[in-house]
Nanobody, 124 residues
Framework: VQLQASGGGSVQAGGSLRLSCTAS????????MAWYRQALGKERELVAS???????IYGDSVNGRFTISRDNAKFTVYLEMHSLKPEDAALYYC???????????????????WGQGTQVTVSS
């Protein structure tokens, strides 16, 4: 089971980007999904999270500009980013709580998985 993120790139300030992250493999369920980011020299921070029921939480710095959503049938989480600022530049990581499927009668064992990160660059 793995997470694959995509959609990063370079934009000018005020621009928009859409990130995607998809879980693949033998999966029993995907629970909470989230986006984190880490800028150079800074700690990783939560950008936004979403439960499998659609409840969302946003970091203060992105609230009102970013939107997190998910497609449960595709095991995919999205991050729509608008009005991007230079301070949004970072490596963006997706994270999900995933219960792998190990076969008939296997135990339900959800665990945290991280994607590989996708770079977002914002020029002023």
């Amino acid at each position: 089971v793995q997470l694959q993120a995509s959609g990063g790139g370079s934009v000018q300030a005020g621009g928009s980007l859409r990130l995607s992250c998809t879980a693949s493999g033998d999966i029993f369920s995907v629970n909470d999904m989230a986006w984190y980011r880490q800028a150079l020299g800074k700690e990783r921070e939560l950008v936004a999270s979403i439960t499998n029921g659609g409840s969302t939480i946003y970091g203060d710095s992105v609230n009102g500009r970013f939107t997190i959503s998910r497609d449960n049938a595709k095991f995919t989480v999205y991050l729509e980013m608008h009005s991007l600022k230079p301070e949004d530049a970072a490596l963006y990581y997706c994270k999900a709580v995933i219960a792998p499927y190990y076969g008939p009668g296997s135990k339900y064992l959800p665990k945290d998985l991280w994607g590989q990160g996708t770079q977002v660059t914002v020029s002023s």
